[in-house]
């Protein structure tokens, strides 16, 4: 199981995950692009998140989709969970991902850090208008 989100607790309770979410749950803080710090909010609880990793391994799918990247812990799961598949794609839809004071690039910040931006397809969209171009 993931450590507890909202409180530090000793790494060596952390089981070995992508180490730019490991940070972000041990700490309960997250850079931010213009190098300040801010509390880790808003994301996908730790035991959901080992729950999500189980499903997209299990699927293996090439390419995922999520509605709301926020600090992009659940970003940083779906893309580590498919980062071995070829044609790998994750595509995230937020229409405040850029927004101050949050969630101010935050996601796409913590995605960079990973080394998952190559393979990461952003919309800066509500997913009612995103999701319907998918669709035409
Ligand atoms: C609970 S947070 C997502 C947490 C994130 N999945 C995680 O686990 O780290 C909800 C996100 O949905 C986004 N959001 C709100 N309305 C939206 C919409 N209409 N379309 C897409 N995203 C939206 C918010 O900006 C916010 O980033």
């Given at each position: 199981m993931f450590a507890s989100v909202t409180g530090a607790v000793p790494?060596?309770?952390?089981?070995?995950?992508n180490p730019v979410l490991e940070e972000l749950i041990r700490t309960g803080l997250s850079p931010t692009p213009d190098g300040g710090t801010v509390p880790l909010q808003s994301n996908v609880p730790a035991d959901e998140a080992e729950f999500l990793a189980d499903v997209v391994r299990g699927l293996e799918p090439a390419r995922t989709l999520e509605v709301g990247l926020a600090m992009g812990c659940s970003a940083l799961v779906l893309c580590d969970a498919i980062a071995g598949t070829p044609g790998a794609r994750h595509v995230a839809i937020d229409p405040?991902?850029?927004?101050r004071p949050l969630w101010a690039g935050i996601g796409l910040h913590n995605l960079d850090r990973a080394g998952f931006t190559p393979f990461v397809e952003f919309h800066e969209q509500p997913s009612h208008r995103a999701l319907a171009r998918f669709e035409a």
């Open positions: 790494a060596a309770t952390v089981p070995p995950v405040r991902q850029n927004a």
